[in-house]
Structure formats: C-alpha cells, structure tokens
C-alpha cells in the first residue's frame, strides 16, 4: 500500500484480526522464555488441568470479514420485530431527533479507543449525556440537569442518587408525588433501600410530609399545576421563587416535546393535531415573555397568570386526551364517532379493484369458474398497465381432499407463486370438522393451503378497546396441521349498500340507515385483511407474498380466552404491521409441501354440486359439461397458459379482447352442458345437490347452517 492509499486501498486492506493490537511474535517467544515454555500449547497443558480441557478442535466456521459481519448483522437485525408498547405508563413512542442521532449516537469521537484494551462507547456515551443534560440545565436555567438513555423508572432512581451525592447532609425521606408511575416508584425503592434512604409516597396535592426531606420525585403535569397554585397563593419572595420554578419547567418540557412527541404526532396523530398544539404553545410562550417583564406583586401579573394558567391546563388536556391515545392507538385524526356515518372509507380507499364476476345474483357457480378465474388474474395480472398484488377468496369448499390434492388449493399456490398474495376465508362452520375429513378443522379449501393467508373472523363488539374482542361461533377453526392464519374484524362489518340488489332486497334487516349494509362472516374478514395487505403493498411494493405474510402475522395480536386453532397469530394489526421492519426474504420463506394439483375436481366441490332440470354437475367436468383434464390444466396453470383468448378448458368463456379499458363481459348463455342448457332462464330457480338455497332455505338474516353447503360464500349472515 501506498503512503497515500486511496479508499479502494484501503478497503482491500488487511482484516481486523491481523490489525488488531496484540502480541508480535518475536514478544510471544520472549514470555514463553521466561516462563520455561516452548510454546503456548505447552504452558496451556501445565496451567489447565486435563479433566477440564477439550483437546479436540472447536468446530467453528470460516471467519468472516468485517464486511461481513455487519452485512450478517443487519439481516440478523431485520428479522426483530420493533414493538409498540401498548401499557401506556409512561412508555410510548419517541423519536431520536436527527442532529442527536448523528452527533451524539453515530458520532465516531465516541466510539475512538484511547487505550488499546478499552473501547470507548461507554465512556463516550457518558460524554454525550453530560453534554446533553449541560445544555438543557443551561437552556431552562436550571441549576442542575440530568439525562437517562435507560427508561423512565431508572432515570428516575438516578435522580434520586444524584439528590442524595448533592446533599449528603440533609435529613429526611425522599418523597415520590403519589401520581408517580407505579414502575417508577417500585425502581426508585428498590434503589433507595441499597442506598439506606427511606422513601414516602405522599399526595402532594395536600402537601408535603412533615420535617425535612432529601428531595422529591414529580410528575410534570401536576407539578405545573401545583406551582400556578403556589404562585397564586404566594407572596413576595416566594411567589416569584415560585414562578421562576415554573418556568424552568415548562421550558424543559415543551424542550422535551417539541424535539421527541412532536414528530410523533404528525407521524400518528397528523399534521393539523401537531400544528394545533404548537400554536398553542406559541399563544403560551408569548403570555409567558410578558409575565416576566412583570412584577409578581401587581394586579396585572395576578391577571395574566389567569389567563396563562388556563391556557395551559387546555394545552396539557389537548396532548392527554389527543396526542398519547393517538400515539398509542394510531387513530386517525380526522376521524370522529360523530362523522362515521356520512364519511365512509374503506380499508385501501385509493386501491383499483378489479372484480371477476363468476357467480349469478343468488351466488350460483362452481368450483371450476372459481378456478377458471384465478388463472385469468395470474396470467393477466400486468395487462393494460394492472399490477394485481392481492387477490381476496371470499369463497371456500369443504373439500376431503388434502390440499396437496385439490386442484383450487393449486390455482391458489399459482397465484401465490407469481406474486399475489392470496387472502382466504376459512369459511363460516364453526368446529366440528369437515366432512369426510377426520380432523376437527373446518377451515375451506384454499384456505387449507399453507401458503396463502387463511383469515377467521374477529368480532370486536363494536368497541375500541381489545379486551372484550372474541371469535365468534360461525368462524371455522383449524387444528395442529393447519390453523387459521389469523383473525380480523368480521361481525357486524358496514360498508355501502347496493340498493335494490338480491340482498338488499331479501335482508333488510341487514340495512344501517340509507347508504351502509351490515354484515357477518369470514368473507367480511377477507375483505378487511386484503384491505390490509393492499396498504403493506403500497409501502413494500417489491415485497413478496411471504414477506407479507410474515409481517402481518407477526404484528398480530392474540385475543384472550381465543384457542390457537380459532385465532392463529391472533388478532390483525394494521399499525404494527406497517410499522414494524420488513423480514428478509430469506427468513420469511415458507417450507411447506407444494400441491401438484392433481386430484379430483368434483372433489373440490366439497361434496355440493349445482344442478338444473337435465340433472346434476357432477364429476371431472367443468361448467359446461366439457371433461377436465387435472394433469393438462395444472401443467398450463403453472406456465400461465391456461387460457387461450376467451377459451379455458377448451370453451368460450368469455369475450376475446379487451374492450377499451375492460375486459368484455363474461357470459355463457346457451352453452350446454350434458346436453343440458344452461342460462340464466335454465337455473333461475337455481338448486344446490340435496339442498335449494333459493329464498326459503335462509334462516331469519342468517343462511341456514351458517354457510351455503360446500360452496361456502363464507358469510354467516346480515345484521
């Protein structure tokens, strides 16, 4: 290398190991010489007894470069999942502003060793917080500071170590303000009773204990309402020792919340919450200046600190009541019971849909048009400038067959394969098993398929609050080979109503005033999750299928007195999901068996056919009559050949252009089927195999059974 090495020199330069400050060789010789050794292995078989000692090499890897190491530890780090505190006490979301992070944190003075056997992160990081804490004392006039990169509980115990070293001679207890956080109290007692301090926690709204104390613990919003007290009860000296006390520390904590809540706020809260209680700061802060050009003793002072004390009791409830629950919960700011129901939004509000309509108005179809169009969606899922990312299957078949077999759970591991994320209902059941299936699992297939997202229903009894949250009775259950994925909210859901539609018109008890529809089951829950998923897509759009699924999953959060086999990773948690750190591809792959596919199609039927006035569809045949061919279709399927123009299976099913902007209408009116036609006119009075489900086989505003037999449209009801 050169006296000036360029950077790639040095890049290329020696590994760490052969930097590294340690014995030459010619240092080791001399050691072992005064000691009577010939050589290291020597002087270790003297000084380690043989009992103790492995002679046997370690079997370690091959070494990795520095390089290496921090590329292993970042992938190692990915895999965390950042978590959101949710107890509240004292323990919400901060933010480390930028010019800390990068002057303080990842300045590299801090991490420079001065001696060779002591790295400095420890002794820099005093540094910086003396610095820190120095600056505060100095911006708010305060005689002492201090600053903790622990929680607020051992900061705390800090503070009362630092009171005790600045006043050992003082008597007394230390004394903790009663509206403390448990968790600090408990750290602070803890600490004291090592130090032999006694601690009281005392109701300093009725003040303080008798006799001396050592010093005193606070909350800082009480505190401040205490002192506007004390100011105005006070006179002379102590009425302006008072308000010189008040002012330190409210320049430490708007200090403290313009640099960490703030950001947080516009982040959660949004932007008009943040600038409203910045404004009102500012109104504060101008009412402040002129206080302190005031003598404490005159009429006018006594006015204005009126004035300036409601001000900022207003501001303190405003960051209570809107910012910390909006930090915690991540609630819309925009968004009040009081505007619900004229001010709609769905889940991806901003999302192109594309429906694929493959059922009459009564929800009459089978299962190979379910199929026919999964395989439409795969392979033209980029036509026309489209990039279909998620497909939702409020549909499900109790198919005997494993999935491995059953040739919808296949179409389904197509779509998958080729980057859509499949969201599934698991079907509207309950327990007790699938028929002719000895498992107790219900779940319907595709969403017996481990590779797609297999979602139950959650009813959240039309509270915020998660603790009285339960999976009801019609959400089918999985068992210790496939549990449902994960649960979201299914019972009661709202959404725009269709007026004058077949369900409309049957149920209206399923009506929420003029313009919303209710309604039950695990196609609701489907929809809700693919809402989700659309919104992880529009932040990790280069994510795949899997690394989706692993970070809605790990976000979830699990119900209370819910069963594994009912709720899987538990409850959907959109904020945590988005918020949390995108897996590696590598960590979130899934291993599972894949399907072949092969297996029966009347199968997948789950034992319900359709069938009209010339018998039932039943069978390797598809909607019209035509044999199925499983091995053909699935090798087409996977190389997304398995329509031609507007043919599948070897029928016209539909148009064979786009027709501007939309694909032509499907339709197959006349088309027969075991000598049979079959048209809208043919099945109007459409039955099911063994079971009509035309009007008379609706149960009050619930579907008899609590899912249409076999071919579940896997809603449990409208109400």
């Given amino acids: 290398m050169s006296d000036t090495p360029t950077l790639s020199e040095l890049d290329a330069a020696s590994p760490f190991v052969e930097r590294h400050v340690g014995l030459s060789a010619a240092d080791e010789a001399s050691m072992l010489a005064r000691l009577g050794y010939d050589s290291v292995a020597a002087m270790m078989d003297a000084a380690v007894p043989a009992g103790i000692r492995s002679v046997e090499s370690l079997d370690l890897p091959a070494a990795l470069t520095e390089a290496q190491v921090a590329s292993l530890a970042r992938e190692i780090a990915a895999s965390n999942k950042p978590g959101e505190a949710m107890i509240g006490l004292g323990y919400h979301a901060t933010v480390t502003p930028p010019v800390i992070r990068r002057n303080v944190l990842e300045d590299p003075s801090w991490y420079t ?8 992160i420890s002794q820099g990081r005093l540094e910086a917080l003396i610095n820190f804490q120095t600056m505060v004392g100095d911006l708010a006039g305060l005689p002492v500071a201090n600053s903790s990169l622990l929680d607020e509980g051992t900061a705390a115990a800090e503070a009362l170590a630092l009171v005790h070293r600045a006043n050992r001679k003082g008597s007394g207890p230390f004394v903790i303000d009663a509206d403390a956080l448990p968790q600090s109290m408990e750290v602070v007692k803890v600490r004291a009773e090592a ?3 006694e601690v009281v926690v005392a109701d300093l709204s009725q003040g303080l204990p008798e006799g001396d104390v050592i010093g ?5 919003h009480a505190r401040i309402q205490e002192l506007f007290s004390d ?3 006070a006179t002379g000296e102590h009425k302006r020792h008072a308000f010189d006390e008040l002012r330190a520390l409210l320049a430490v904590h708007e200090t403290a919340e313009e640099m960490v809540l703030r950001p947080v706020t516009r982040k959660t809260a949004g932007e008009e919450v943040a600038r409203a209680r910045m404004a009102e700061e500012d109104e504060a802060t101008k009412v402040l200046k002129h206080l302190e050009k005031l003598d404490t003793g005159s009429a006018e002072f006594d006015q204005q600190l009126a004035g300036f004390k409601q001000a900022v009791v207003d501001h303190a409830e405003h960051e209570e009541h809107e910012e910390f629950p909006a930090i915690i919960a991540g609630r819309d700011a925009g968004w009040t019971p009081a505007t619900a129901a004229t001010s709609f939004a769905g889940m991806a509000p901003d999302a192109r849909l594309l429906s694929l309509k493959v059922a009459d108005a009564n929800g009459a179809t089978d299962v190979s048009q379910v199929i026919a169009a999964i395989d439409w969606v ?7 400038g489209m990039n279909i990312r998620v497909l939702n299957l409020s549909f499900g078949t109790s198919t005997p067959q494993s999935y491995l077999l059953d040739p919808l759970s296949f179409a389904a591991e197509v779509a998958w394969a080729n980057g859509i994320v499949v969201v599934a209902a698991t079907g509207n059941a309950g327990s007790g098993g699938r028929s002719g299936v000895t498992s107790s699992s219900t779940i319907t297939s595709p969403g017996i398929d481990p590779f797609v997202l297999s979602v139950g229903a959650q009813d959240t009894k039309g509270t915020e609050s998660e603790t009285d949250d339960v999976v009801p009775s019609f959400s089918s259950q999985g068992d210790n080979n496939r549990r449902v994925d994960l649960i979201a909210p299914g019972k009661s859901i709202e959404s725009l109503a269709n007026p004058g539609s077949f369900l409309d018109t049957a149920y209206p008890g399923g009506r929420s005033g003029s313009r919303f529809f209710k309604g039950s089951g695990t196609s609701q829950a489907a929809a809700v ?4 998923i659309a919104l992880l897509v529009q932040k990790y759009p280069s994510a795949t299928p899997d690394q989706l699924k692993r970070q809605v999953l790990t976000g979830a ?13 538990g409850a959907l948690d959109l904020v945590e999901a988005i918020r949390g750190s995108l897996p590696t591809v590598t960590n979130s792959r899934q291993t599972a068996t894949v399907s072949s596919g092969t297996g029966s199609l009347d199968l997948s039927r789950g034992g319900t056919s359709l069938e009209d006035a010339g018998g039932v569809l039943s069978g390797e045949r598809d909607i019209f009559g035509r044999a199925f061919d499983v091995r053909a279709w699935t090798a087409a399927a996977t190389s997304r050949k398995s329509w031609s123009g507007g043919s599948w299976n070897g029928s016209a099913w539909a148009g064979t252009s786009w027709s501007g ?6 339709t197959w009116s006349g088309t027969s089927w075991g000598g049979t036609a079959w048209s809208s006119v043919t099945y109007s009075g459409t039955r099911w195999s063994g079971t009509r489900w035309s009007g008379g086989d609706w149960s009050g505003t619930r579907w008899s059974g609590t899912r249409w037999s076999g071919g579940d449209w896997s809603s449990a009801g409208w109400e």
């Avoid at 959060?557 to 990773?569: E, H, V, Y």
Wanted: aromatic residues 8%; charged residues 15%.
């Fill in 216 to 220: 005193i613990l606070l909350r800082q």
């Fill in 195 to 197: 130090m032999g301090l």
């Fill in 557 to 569: 959060a699990k119900i209370f007195g819910a069963t594994p086999d009912t709720q899987g990773a």
């Fill in 378 to 384: 795969v392979q033209h899922r980029t036509d026309h």
């Fill in 231 to 233: 100011i105005e009860s």
């Fill in 661 to 666: 902007d939309q694909f032509a209408s499907c």
């Fill in 529 to 532: 999750l693919s809402g989700a």
């Fill in 113 to 120: 060793a001065y001696t060779p056997y002591q790295p400095e």
